[in-house]
């Protein structure tokens, strides 16, 4: 009985779950004919578990197992609102006569992917910790192969699926040699035993490469750019936001938590991935000429900023990130939705296909300024202000050289990210994409993303909020 | 009283309709909604007047300052940027002033614009300039005071631009953009500085760290002043207020008369409490930039030929006064030093009435006539009585004639610069009579003198459409009676109340000046052959001429500018900035182009290649551990 009420205070995974299931049924009741009813009850019914969790809570259940901080319950939701905008986007997709038969099964793997998300966030075991990690990479495995009559499609399911086994590998090496040093893969037990000796060095470096797949980290980033241009554009979307969002911060949890003894040499293992992140993620994306692509090196950049907010000390470091992610991902996912919404109108992916864009889609060309510009950190819009938060995090910390090279390389991004603005608003084309009226869907998601973007900088209360869930 | 907020949400919602509905809306429907939000706000405003000054004063008898509305925005450690809504004497006044002409404005405006291209742009604009005016002298803190500031600046900058294909517009307006905006570097200087020294933005900050700041606080003061002169137009940055003219005649009886060239008087009127304490060294200066600037456009205005540059300068001219009447003050006990404060609020107050009724007849009478030369003019109140009855009160009026306002609270700043010293109580006295003298010249050579017959008959002038005379009337009637207002009860320096007694000398001798100088005009001007002027002209050519030209202040600045700046300085500059930074950073450019081309075989696309990286950064990051 005892275990079974405790299981009920995860209601943020049980609403999931719920919701899960219900989509699940509907897909096996709903005719035919109508499957694309699952597409608002899908989105409504996140909104209904998004709200009824929103406050958030401090759950620790099974003898300190689970462990979901007040923190973690924000960002659970700010996750299940980056799923809730790839949603909206994939209407137009999964209507398409070759996916409109497994409309259901893409929101059931999404869910199920957003459930290991949870469970990786708000573990406090490594046992834990890795179902978690597995449930949230291999859906979307099979996301990735969704189109999987597209022979790109395949090929980036099969690169990713290899390479999350790699790491995964490499990850759990790194527990065992943990488990090996202290005994115990419980979070909190763990943490006081570590003082920095070379077996623990080696523990910290793999658990780190295998968390460092997820959020694309150099040099563990290779697969990224095949698999976002593989991938359905959505699903891209989700990987580059809402998952990488999870993954930095169950990152920032462990090296916190865990190997919170150890900060001085997982900062210096820090500084080095950030340096070596942003500089190759923007030296790629300078080159890339397919959006899906460029986004991808865009996104190996944006990882290494993320990064440095886990260089500040952990109260503004996760109050920092945690900010950086929300931002991220509605800026992002706007992205994407565009590069999709053009996508599946004209099945044009290229930079040079969006010359001249303003001219014939201009509230489109706004939308896709205004998130690049959040994206590359100008004010007045929320990027800058994340930006400059996870700098000031970095920076009080006394890692100046690594904040100097983060900053200069901010230039370089601003470079590639006004070379599409360029491509829409300057250049103009003898064959521009027409003009074309997106659903309802992708304008309520496209008009959320940029409420956000415009909203987040200037409220400035959100990061308080998060500050202030750290410190109560 | 939280409803005054309305004040900035009203004014910004009927912007942002306006802005960006307004292509989809009849002219007439976007004008109606402007100036229906307008009567909103003028409610509201004079609604929270007769509730503040109804709800009485303190204790000890000083009026409260309230903060209804108080948001901390961007919280920056100990120091923060707030924004809300304070309410004292002097915001309460200014909210009345503001509304008051802003309506009137709204109303005169659907005459007066009606068929212009843009109508609906120009109701959307006005809306703007009137939100950032009242969130200017609503502001709890100097750093809101300086968003708004700023917000004013543009919306004066899009107005006087409003005719944008006219070449001379464009110009006028990036003039009055870049003038001001250079004055406000010194301001924001300054708030720094205080901000730095102080720990905080509030107007009332503590006093132990106002004096463990030291000679900072005069510094930033001063600086802060630098941004008031270049708003209020002050010499020698005057020079932006003339060219203004090129907007919209009701904008610049909006705008350029009556509300936001005199932001910079409320700045040293908000601030006046800490000049008064920590740096009083400053305030005599100001009133001899006041006084010089009152003199010198008095001067020009008297020979102008167009006339809403005679009413700029004329503006310049009272706005001096203004300044004046605030630098002569010595201490805030209301009973010697504090007559300025209070002197220069009531002229603020009552001279926004009274210019705003001279700019608006003056656009009343370009709309009969289609010029703003003189020379199109001349025997006009035949054929516009209504503007020109109206007009006449505002000379007299401005010229200080008892009872219209003007002579209060004129006499008031006599009197208050006689205090200080009797050498400015006579310029300014000296001053007083030429305004009266170029006013009528003004009023002579539109009204009567030598008719443009030639025109007048082949377009008769006749009266503008009731829209335009009825805001005439209004501010006539407010004109008329402003004066007896008991204005030092409501406004003083320290809260309290403060008995308005005319002293008796220095009112009979600016009536003697004033009525002399207004005979001279009649002398000279009244009459349709003016040899007098002629011959005054011929033979003082050079004085007459340079007059003209404004005594040449534009070309100085056009010399130190492109003779000094642009040649010594910038073009070295630029120099090295073309060849040396540029250089640099091309070369950096171009590093990282062949970097990135240099480092392509990484992706290669082949996944045993890629899990060969993957172990090999494990692996070398695990050495670098280990070494480290």
Known sequence: ?472 | MEYTLLLLILPLFSFLVLGLLGNYMKPKVAGFIGTLSLVGITIVSYFTAYNYFAAGRNADGVFPTLIPYNWEWLPFGKLSIDMGVMLDPISVMMLVVISTISLMVHIYSLGYMKGETGFQRYYAFISLFTMSMLGLVVATNIFQMYIFWELVGVSSYLLIGFYYTKPAAIAASKKAFIVTRFADLGFLIGILIYGFYVGTFSFTPDTARLISAGAMIPLALSLMFVGGAGKSAMFPLHIWLPDAMEGPTPVSALIHAATMVVAGVFLVARMFPLFIDFAPEVLPWIAYIGAFTALYAAAVACVQSDIKRVLAFSTISQIGFMMVALGVSTSIDPNNGGLGYMASMFHLFTHAMFKALLFLGAGSIIHAVHSNEMSAMGGLRRYMPVTHITFLIACLAIAGIWPLSGFFSKDEILAACFNFNPLMGWTMTAIAGMTAFYMFRLYYCIFWGKENKELHEAHTPKESPLSMTLPLIILAAITCVAGFIPFGKFVSSNGTAYHIHIDATTAAISLVVAVCSIALATLVYARSKQPIADTLATRFAGLHKAAYNRFYIDKVWIFITKQIIFRCISTPIAWFDKHIIDGFFNMCGKCTAYLSKKIKWLQDSHIQHYCIWFLAGTVLLTIILLIF
């Open chain 1, 1 to 472: 009985m005892e275990n079974l009420t405790q299981f009920f205070q995860m209601r943020q995974e049980l609403g999931l779950i719920v919701v899960f299931l219900i989509m699940f049924i509907c897909d096996l009741l709903l005719p035919e004919n109508h499957r694309k009813l699952m597409h608002p009850i899908a989105c409504i019914l996140l909104v209904v578990q998004m709200l009824v969790t929103i406050v958030p809570t401090d759950i620790n259940l099974f003898g300190g197992m689970y462990h979901s901080t007040p923190i973690a319950s924000a960002l659970k939701t700010i996750l299940s609102f980056g799923t809730l905008l790839a949603f909206l986007q994939c209407t137009d997709w999964l209507n398409r006569e070759d996916s409109k038969h497994k409309i259901g099964e893409f929101y059931s793997l999404s869910l199920s992917t957003l459930i290991g998300m949870y469970f990786m966030i708000s573990a406090n075991h490594f046992l834990l910790f890795f179902l978690g990690l597995e449930l949230a990479t291999v859906p979307m495995a099979c996301l990735i192969a969704f189109d999987k009559y597209k022979e790109h499609s395949g090929e980036a399911a099969a690169k990713f699926i290899l390479y999350a086994l790699f790491s995964s590998g490499i990850f759990l090496y790194g527990v065992s040699l943990l488990y090996g040093a202290v005994g115990s893969l419980y979070f909190d037990d763990i943490a006081p035993l570590l003082h920095g000796c070379e077996l623990q060095i080696l523990a910290m470096v793999f658990i780190f490469a295998g968390l460092a797949f997820k959020l694309s980290l150099v040099p563990f980033h290779l697969w990224t750019a095949d698999t976002y241009q593989g991938a359905p554009t959505v699903v891209g979307g989700m990987l580059s936001a809402v998952s990488k969002g999870a993954a930095a911060f169950a990152l920032m949890t462990i090296l916190v938590k865990v190997f919170g003894n150890m900060v001085e040499l997982s900062s210096t293992m820090l500084s080095i991935i950030i340096v070596v992140t942003i500089t190759v993620g923007n030296l790629f994306a300078i080159r890339q000429q397919n959006m899906k692509r460029f986004m991808a090196f865009s996104s190996i950049s944006q990882a290494g900023y993320i990064l440095l907010a886990m260089l500040g000390n952990p109260t503004q470091g996760t109050a920092s990130l945690v900010y950086y992610i929300v931002v991220y991902i509605v800026a992002n996912m706007a992205v994407f939705g565009i590069i999709n919404a053009i996508e599946q109108k004209t099945g044009r992916v290229l930079r040079e296909d969006y010359k001249g864009l303003y001219a014939t889609n201009p509230k489109l060309a706004l939308v896709m300024t205004l998130a690049l510009f959040s994206l590359a950190g100008i004010p007045p819009f929320a990027g800058f202000f994340s930006k400059f938060l996870v700098f000031a995090a970095a920076f009080n910390q006394g890692f100046y050289l690594v904040v100097l090279l983060a900053l200069l390389n901010t230039v370089i991004s601003l470079y590639y990210y006004l070379l599409v603005v360029k491509a829409m608003f300057i250049d103009s084309s003898e064959n521009p994409i027409p003009t074309f009226k997106s659903n309802w869907f992708m304008r309520i998601s496209l008009l959320l993303s940029l409420g956000g973007i415009l909203a987040f900088g200037l409220v400035s209360c959100l990061y308080q909020t998060f500050n202030n869930l750290l410190i109560n």
